[in-house]
Protein backbone atom coordinates (compact mmCIF):
# COMPACT_ATOMS: atom_id res chain seq x y z
CA UNK A 1 0.00 0.00 0.00
CA UNK A 2 1.88 3.36 -1.01
CA UNK A 3 1.86 5.96 1.47
CA UNK A 4 1.78 8.68 -1.00
CA UNK A 5 -0.45 11.88 0.05
CA UNK A 6 -1.45 13.34 -3.48
CA UNK A 7 -2.08 17.32 -3.28
CA UNK A 8 -2.93 20.25 -5.73
CA UNK A 9 -1.44 22.66 -3.65
CA UNK A 10 0.40 24.17 -7.37
CA UNK A 11 -2.32 24.56 -8.62
CA UNK A 12 -4.57 26.06 -5.79
CA UNK A 13 -1.87 28.49 -5.86
CA UNK A 14 -1.74 29.12 -9.33
CA UNK A 15 -5.32 29.74 -9.05
CA UNK A 16 -5.18 32.27 -6.62
CA UNK A 17 -1.64 33.83 -7.23
CA UNK A 18 0.20 32.97 -4.68
CA UNK A 19 3.71 32.09 -3.99
CA UNK A 20 5.16 29.24 -2.46
CA UNK A 21 6.55 31.52 0.12
CA UNK A 22 3.66 33.47 0.25
CA UNK A 23 1.79 30.40 1.17
CA UNK A 24 4.45 29.21 3.60
CA UNK A 25 4.17 32.51 5.53
CA UNK A 26 0.70 32.30 5.91
CA UNK A 27 0.83 28.55 7.23
CA UNK A 28 4.11 29.11 9.50
CA UNK A 29 6.47 26.62 7.81
CA UNK A 30 9.31 26.71 5.60
CA UNK A 31 9.18 27.49 1.71
CA UNK A 32 10.40 24.59 0.89
CA UNK A 33 7.94 22.32 2.83
CA UNK A 34 5.43 23.59 0.39
CA UNK A 35 7.92 22.43 -2.39
CA UNK A 36 8.26 19.23 -0.89
CA UNK A 37 4.57 18.58 -0.24
CA UNK A 38 3.67 19.80 -4.10
CA UNK A 39 6.74 17.46 -5.47
CA UNK A 40 4.86 14.60 -2.70
CA UNK A 41 8.54 14.48 -1.12
CA UNK A 42 7.13 15.21 2.05
CA UNK A 43 3.11 13.99 3.52
CA UNK A 44 1.91 16.98 5.95
CA UNK A 45 0.94 16.05 9.52
CA UNK A 46 -3.08 16.62 9.83
CA UNK A 47 -2.76 19.16 11.01
CA UNK A 48 -0.88 21.13 8.58
CA UNK A 49 -3.08 18.93 6.04
CA UNK A 50 -6.19 20.66 7.49
CA UNK A 51 -4.20 24.37 7.61
CA UNK A 52 -3.62 24.27 4.12
CA UNK A 53 -7.19 23.78 3.30
CA UNK A 54 -8.50 26.22 5.43
CA UNK A 55 -6.02 28.87 3.98
CA UNK A 56 -7.78 28.04 0.41
CA UNK A 57 -10.87 27.81 2.16
CA UNK A 58 -11.91 24.23 0.62
CA UNK A 59 -12.61 21.30 2.36
CA UNK A 60 -9.12 19.23 2.68
CA UNK A 61 -10.22 15.83 0.48
CA UNK A 62 -10.17 18.89 -2.29
CA UNK A 63 -6.65 19.63 -1.25
CA UNK A 64 -5.40 16.33 -0.60
CA UNK A 65 -5.87 12.13 -1.76
CA UNK A 66 -4.65 8.91 -0.97
CA UNK A 67 -5.40 8.78 -4.92
CA UNK A 68 -4.27 10.54 -7.93
CA UNK A 69 -6.18 13.26 -9.06
CA UNK A 70 -7.51 13.08 -12.15
CA UNK A 71 -6.05 15.20 -14.79
CA UNK A 72 -7.49 18.84 -15.53
CA UNK A 73 -9.27 18.38 -18.76
CA UNK A 74 -9.75 14.73 -18.49
CA UNK A 75 -13.76 12.93 -18.25
CA UNK A 76 -13.91 10.29 -16.49
CA UNK A 77 -13.21 6.51 -18.12
CA UNK A 78 -10.81 8.35 -20.54
CA UNK A 79 -7.55 7.67 -20.73
CA UNK A 80 -5.53 10.30 -19.64
Excluded at 31 to 54: F, K, N
Amino acid sequence: MSETIHNRIAMLRAERGVSRRELAEALGVHYQTIGYLERGEYSPSLHLALRVAEYFEVPVEVVFSVRPFPRLGSRAGESA
